[in-house]
């Protein structure tokens, strides 16, 4: 049995919406783009939209619940916290979820999945990044967040698949044309990771196992795919660590 992930779209241009399945369930977290865009991403990776067993909301914020009306079309039940629901008016029809709290699906078969979630630290209501666990694979989801915490690294530890938020280079985000109010919200611990932050957390995380990162949500005016790469790179080069000896990793 293998789990499979995929990162169908990522950003905050585009929006974010990670397909996350193993045989006979699948599930995503967030739903960022427009949900005849999610629709026809599935459905371009040969995924059927009407197997998705359920959406996991990071938080509230345009990018990543945009497309919540993919929900209401294939009656998907909502995920999230209270905060992000109350946020998104689904208090009452979604499902809240408990930081360090789990949820089961297919319990009792060998294609199980449990969702966990962990609190992170962005500017929105209640944010959490999520743990999905199979039989085959630990796979953690981070995506905004302005720093990384012993929390969030202890919820994510001994993972198969990082999908980590690499936002921006700090020396093109300073220098950028960006105003002061915004560089201050970015740079700031509830704004987004940057490629450093990003590295240094992967750096605890990754041991050399053969871990698949992905990273994402990427600025287009502060940020580079190479740049990201570079640094993290570097970083797990300094713990001994060889892109594809040690690790895989895709920049999206």
């Known amino acids: 049995m293998t789990t499979t992930v995929q990162v169908l779209s990522t950003g905050s241009e585009k929006g974010s919406c990670i397909y996350v399945a193993t045989e006979g369930l699948s599930i995503l977290i967030d ?34 619940v945009d497309g919540i009306g993919f929900a209401d079309k294939f009656k998907i039940p909502i995920y999230a916290s209270e905060g992000t629901l109350k946020s998104i008016s689904r208090l009452d029809s979604g ?3 408990k930081a360090n709290g789990g949820i089961g699906f297919h319990a009792f078969s060998p294609h199980h999945m449990i969702i966990s979630a962990f609190n992170i630290s962005h500017d929105a209501a209640e944010p959490f990044g999520y743990v999905i666990r199979t039989e085959d ?24 698949v990082y ?41 605890k995380l990754i041991q050399g196992r ?9 600025s287009k005016n502060n940020n580079t795919a190479a740049l990201a790469e570079r640094t993290v790179k570097l970083a797990l080069h300094s713990k001994g660590y060889i892109k594809g000896k040690h690790y895989k990793l895709e920049v999206i």
């Open 95 to 97: 499902k809240v979820m």
């Open 163 to 203: 999908v980590f938020e690499c936002n921006h280079d700090v020396d093109m985000l300073t220098n950028g044309s960006y105003g002061d109010y915004l560089k201050s919200r970015i740079l700031s611990d509830i704004g987004h990771m940057s490629n450093d932050a990003a590295a240094e957390a992967l750096a």
């Open 31 to 64: 739903v960022g783009p427009s949900k005849t865009k999610i629709e026809k991403l599935l459905l371009a990776q040969n995924y059927d939209p009407t197997k998705i067993e359920a959406i996991f909301i990071s938080h509230e914020h345009g990018d990543h």
């Open 210 to 218: 053969g871990e698949q990162i992905y990273l994402t949500h990427m």
């Open 137 to 160: 694979k630990k796979v953690s989801v981070l995506m905004d967040t302005g720093c990384v915490n012993d929390g969030m690294l202890a919820a994510m530890a001994h993972s198969d």
